[in-house]
Nanobody, 117 residues
Framework: QVQLQESGPGLVKPSQTLSLACTVS??????????WSWIRQPPGKGLEWMGLITYDGSTYYSPSLQSRTSISRDTSKNQFSLQLTSVTPEDTADYYC?????????WGQGTQVTVSS
């Protein structure tokens, strides 16, 4: 059973960098069958795909967030991470890590991040 768990601070100050990690169990992030994404949902709005990292470390980003977003991985921990720079209150959202492959979708439980001074 594939499980994803987000971790990171719940409060970030404006202009700082938001950093989250997603620990994956039950599947290797280097398995070519899977790709791993970050998705967010601001209060009262829909889901927004932010970007993904593939089994070989290739990354793809939403054009609207590309200049501020970086996704990386630590294969020794079976983790992938999100960094979002220069945050504003508009980046307040529930952040989810997500994996898909072999015909299945896997979601983390989500973590709420508030951008506020």
């Amino acid at each position: 059973q594939v499980q994803l768990q987000e971790s990171g601070p719940g409060l970030v100050k404006p202009s700082q960098t938001l950093s989250l990690a997603c620990t994956v169990s039950g599947a290797s992030i280097t398995n070519s069958a899977y790709a791993w994404s970050w998705i967010r949902q601001p209060p009262g709005k829909g889901l927004e795909w932010m970007g993904l990292i593939t089994y070989d470390g290739s990354t793809y980003y939403s054009p609207s967030l590309q200049s501020r977003t970086s996704i990386s991985r630590d294969t020794s921990k079976n983790q992938f991470s999100l960094q979002l720079t220069s945050v504003t209150p508009e980046d307040t959202a529930d952040y989810y890590c997500y994996g898909h492959g072999c015909g299945y979708d896997f979601w983390g439980q989500g973590t709420q991040v508030t951008v506020s001074s």
